[in-house]
Every structure is written in C-alpha cells, then in structure tokens.
C-alpha cells in the first residue's frame, strides 16, 4: 500500500520536477523478490494517478526496475574493487564482536589490507576515507558535516555478489539522470555513504532535500503497525483525492499569507523545496476531514453525485439494489452535500429512504424515547396524517405539538426523527419526511408507538 509519506514526496518531486520543465522519475526498487508483486506495482501507479501524477504525462518517466539494472549494479562494484575503493571481507558479526568486545560497534577494517580475493561468503566493503568529513549539501538542512572516521567501511556488495541498496541506488540514480533526490530524513544517515559512492564512481552527487518525519498524535512516527498510513484507505473511506493533496503538500512546508485550501496546480507553482521546515509534521487526522469537508461542499452538485455512487451500491449500501432511487437520491443530496466530512458518511445519512425500515440503533432509541415519548409520537402521527406534505407545514405542525406537551421543537422532534430515520442526528428532520413520503412515516411512527407500547 502507498504510504502516505510517500505520497507526500512524490508531489514535492512532482511539482519541482513541473516548476523547471524537469522529469519526475518513478523507480521500483524490487530486488527483494518477497516484497515484489505485479498487482503492488499497479497499486502504486495507481495512487501516484489519483493524487494527480499521471504515468501519461510529460513530466512522468518511467517506472524502471531496480533488478532490470543488475548488470550494472555488479559492473560499479567491480569498478569500484579495481579501482582500489572497495576490498573483500570474511568477517562474521560473531568475529568482529570478539575483536570489539561490542554487538554496537562498526566494522573495524580488519580485512583492509589483507587482500582477499573474491569467493561465496565473502563480502565487498566500501573503503571509506580515514579523514577529513563528507559535507552533504541539502536544500532543507543545510550542510550537515559527517566525519569520515565516523562512517565504517560499509558493504556494497553480499557474499553471493549481488549489490546492496546502497550501491544499486546510486548506480540507478546515475543511469537515470537524477540530479534531485527529495526523500523522507529517514534516509540522511545513507547520504553521506551515497555521496562517497558517487565520488569514488567519478560522478557528481544530486543535489539532497530530506524531509521532515511525519507523526501521530503522540509524536511518533506514524507505522503502518500501529497507524492507518495507507493512501488507498484513506480514498476508500471517502476522502476526496484533491484534499488529500492540499494536506500533504502542507505537511511541513505552508504558501504563507495563510493561504490553506488551494488546488494543487496553485500549491505546484508556489512549493519551495528550500521553505520546508526540518521539525517533524504532525498527520492531523482531524484537520485533514475539515479540509475534506471543504472539498465536498466545493463540489457541483452532478461531481458529488457522483462521487458518492461508491457508497450507494453493495457491499457498502444496506438496502436491496430495487429499492435504490437514483432521482429521489438526487432530491436529498444537496442535503447531505453540507454536512458530510467523508463520502463514507452519505450511506448513513440517506439509509432511511430505501431501507424498508429504518436502522436499528439501541444508543439512538434509549436517547429519545425516555417519558412523554409515546404522547408526542401519538399525536404527531395525528396531525401529520392530514397536514399539508410540505417541510415548512410539518415543522409548524410539530413546534404545535410539542408545544402542547410543554416541548421546544428540537425536543419534540427527538422522538419523530429516531421513529422515522433510526438515529438521533442526520440531514433535516422536514425536508427527509417529505421526501420519504405520508404513508411512509405514518407507518414508522405507528411501528414506533408500537415499540413503546
């Protein structure tokens, strides 16, 4: 699934890419063939699509695939062998830990200078620089120094031959053209390592930009163990995919003149890749449904009929497909148009039309039906029975009624509105009677009252 960190770099990339007619570019890196599955691939071009990065746009290139690049990968690392950068290694963690007395501490150079040749088991390492720093030049961070010391003689290659991530990385970077490199500052700790390795290729390192970590409500870094992180749920709940995209580009970086809601070909032109903040961003969940909400309400009317036809149908809808009425649906959206924060909602908000009875909700019945329920239901079914079947004409009629059993009208239609619809909160009390119709809501009261009884 498409974290939604990921996501978040991707449209940084996207729009800088976009801002200097450069080439944003999508790289699976699928070395590890238990984590590789065609049907995650289309799932990740698929997300990148419904945040607006289309595989048929201009600016999109790709994907490429980390394991098509093999060759290569093994061709840099003896490049790197011959040229006296890199040497092979017998060591076992349990050797080094006997040499170190540490499991913490680093490899300690122990086969630099032994010269081994290449054999099955035996690792290629990275000979790094004993002095001096490596200064990684990042847009967001400034220039962090990394002592070379510091920085242990890292493996580049296993004892099978095949390349790490480390090296692979830089090697596709350097096929692809990649002169950005905007990512999560999980990865800084690499950098210098990566840098070292362009170096030691003969190539100019991209230029950096590490983002700040994105994290909960208790600051931690949001984990697709303890999180909802996947893009795709967020989509299925009902969040429209435009203010999926507002939030995240406004997490750790903001337009200024508190300027929030803003459609994304608005946040493209104006993203600095430079004003993001370093400090971690915080996934508001709570934030990201009001701007939700926002989107919903911006919506013409056809847009969010249309948008809600997922959440009409099975399995989300409760009703029998013949009891759906695409019309009368229409008639109540504009409605619920107002009041939803996710599409999800709308399922809920219009059950009570097309299920043959309403919803049954203990929480809702026990909170309306209490004393001098059954009286109010009596004698509102008394004078709904002959009332003019219009919204305005059946509000008078039940602010009469309550105020015959000393009510004001949100008390008095407590009881009316769970008898009719099941819940104590939804779209407008007058409008839903009338468009569900007399001779149903006579029947749900009478079913009601009967309840009571």
Same mark, same amino acid.
């Given at each position: 699934?498409f974290h939604?960190?990921?996501?978040r770099?991707?449209?940084y990339n996207?729009?800088v890419?976009r801002?200097?007619g450069?080439?944003f570019?999508?790289?699976i890196?699928?070395?590890?063939?238990?984590?590789?599955?065609?049907?995650?691939?289309?799932?990740?071009?698929?997300?990148l699509?419904?945040i607006g990065?289309?595989?048929?746009d201009a600016?999109?290139?790709?994907?490429?695939f980390?394991?098509?690049?093999a060759?290569?990968h093994?061709?840099a690392?003896?490049? +790197?062998l011959?040229?006296?950068?890199?040497?092979?290694?017998? /060591?076992t963690?349990?050797?080094l830990?006997?040499?170190?007395?540490s499991?913490q501490?680093?490899?300690d150079?122990? /086969?630099?200078e032994r010269?081994?040749?290449?054999?099955?088991?035996?690792?290629?390492?990275?000979?790094?620089p004993d002095?001096?720093e490596?200064v990684?030049?990042?847009? *967001?961070?400034?220039?962090?120094?990394f002592?070379?010391?510091?920085i242990?003689?890292?493996?580049?290659?296993?004892?099978?031959?095949?390349?790490?991530? $480390?090296?692979a990385?830089?090697?596709?970077?350097?096929?692809?053209?990649?002169?950005?490199?905007?990512?999560?500052e999980?990865?800084?700790?690499?950098?210098?390592?990566?840098q070292l390795?362009w170096?030691?290729?003969?190539?100019?390192?991209?230029?950096?930009?590490h983002?700040?970590?994105?994290?909960?409500?208790?600051?931690q870094?949001?984990?697709?163990?303890?999180?909802?992180?996947? $893009?795709e749920?967020y989509?299925?709940?009902?969040? $429209?995919?435009e203010?999926?995209?507002n939030?995240l580009? +406004?997490?750790?970086?903001?337009p200024?003149?508190?300027v929030? *809601?803003?459609?994304?070909?608005?946040?493209e032109?104006?993203?600095?890749?430079?004003d993001?903040?370093t400090?971690?961003?915080?996934?508001?969940v709570?934030?990201?449904?009001?701007?939700?909400?926002?989107?919903?309400?911006?919506?013409?009317?056809?847009?969010?009929?249309?948008a /809600?036809?997922?959440w009409l149908?099975?399995?989300?809808a409760?009703?029998?497909p013949?009891?759906?009425?695409?019309?009368?649906?229409?008639? #109540?959206a504009?409605?619920?148009?107002t009041?939803l924060?996710?599409?999800?909602?709308?399922t809920a908000?219009?059950?009570?039309l097309?299920?043959?009875e309403?919803?049954?909700?203990?929480?809702?019945?026990?909170?309306? #039906?209490?004393?001098?329920?059954?009286?109010?239901?009596?004698?509102a079914?008394?004078?709904?029975?002959?009332?003019?079947?219009?919204?305005e004409?059946l509000k008078?009629?039940?602010?009469?009624?309550?105020e015959?059993?000393?009510?004001?009208?949100?008390?008095?239609?407590?009881?009316?509105r769970?008898?009719?619809?099941?819940r104590?909160?939804?779209?407008?009390?007058?409008?839903s009677?009338?468009?569900?119709?007399?001779?149903?809501?006579?029947?749900? $009261?009478?079913?009601?009252s009967a309840?009571?009884?």
């Amino acid at each position: 699934m498409f974290h939604v960190g990921g996501a978040r770099s991707a449209l940084y990339n996207w729009a800088v890419a976009r801002q200097r007619g450069g080439t944003f570019v999508l790289r699976i890196e699928d070395t590890d063939a238990a984590r590789n599955q065609p049907e995650w691939i289309d799932g990740i071009i698929n997300a990148l699509a419904a945040i607006g990065i289309h595989k048929d746009d201009a600016t999109f290139e790709g994907p490429y695939f980390q394991s098509q690049n093999a060759d290569r990968h093994r061709a840099a690392a003896a490049q +790197l062998l011959a040229g006296g950068h890199a040497y092979y290694c017998d /060591c076992t963690r349990e050797q080094l830990n006997a040499r170190t007395g540490s499991e913490q501490l680093g490899y300690d150079g122990f /086969c630099r200078e032994r010269g081994l040749e290449y054999a099955e088991g035996r690792a290629l390492r990275f000979r790094t620089p004993d002095e001096g720093e490596t200064v990684v030049v990042d847009l *967001i961070r400034g220039e962090p120094a990394f002592p070379n010391a510091a920085i242990e003689d890292f493996v580049i290659a296993r004892g099978d031959g095949s390349p790490v991530f $480390l090296l692979a990385n830089v090697v596709d970077d350097l096929d692809e053209g990649i002169t950005e490199v905007i990512r999560g500052e999980e990865h800084l700790s690499n950098t210098p390592k990566q840098q070292l390795l362009w170096q030691a290729l003969g190539a100019t390192a991209p230029v950096w930009a590490h983002l700040p970590v994105i994290v909960n409500e208790k600051r931690q870094k949001l984990s697709k163990r303890r999180d909802k992180v996947a $893009l795709e749920d967020y989509l299925a709940e009902g969040f $429209l995919p435009e203010a999926m995209v507002n939030y995240l580009m +406004l997490l750790g970086w903001g337009p200024g003149d508190d300027v929030e *809601i803003a459609p994304q070909a608005q946040l493209e032109q104006l993203f600095r890749v430079e004003d993001v903040n370093t400090s971690p961003a915080f996934f508001d969940v709570k934030k990201l449904t009001a701007f939700n909400g926002e989107y919903i309400r911006a919506l013409s009317p056809a847009d969010f009929t249309a948008a /809600c036809a997922p959440w009409l149908t099975a399995p989300h809808a409760p009703w029998e497909p013949a009891a759906f009425d695409q019309k009368l649906f229409e008639t #109540m959206a504009p409605l619920a148009q107002t009041r939803l924060a996710v599409l999800s909602e709308i399922t809920a908000n219009v059950d009570f039309l097309f299920l043959a009875e309403p919803v049954e909700d203990e929480a809702s019945w026990n909170k309306a #039906m209490k004393a001098g329920a059954a009286e109010v239901l009596r004698d509102a079914r008394a004078a709904f029975a002959t009332a003019t079947w219009e919204a305005e004409e059946l509000k008078a009629v039940l602010l009469a009624v309550g105020e015959q059993h000393g009510l004001k009208l949100g008390k008095a239609q407590a009881p009316v509105r769970v008898a009719v619809t099941g819940r104590t909160v939804g779209l407008p009390l007058f409008e839903s009677l009338e468009l569900l119709g007399r001779e149903r809501v006579l029947a749900r $009261l009478d079913a009601a009252s009967a309840k009571l009884a």
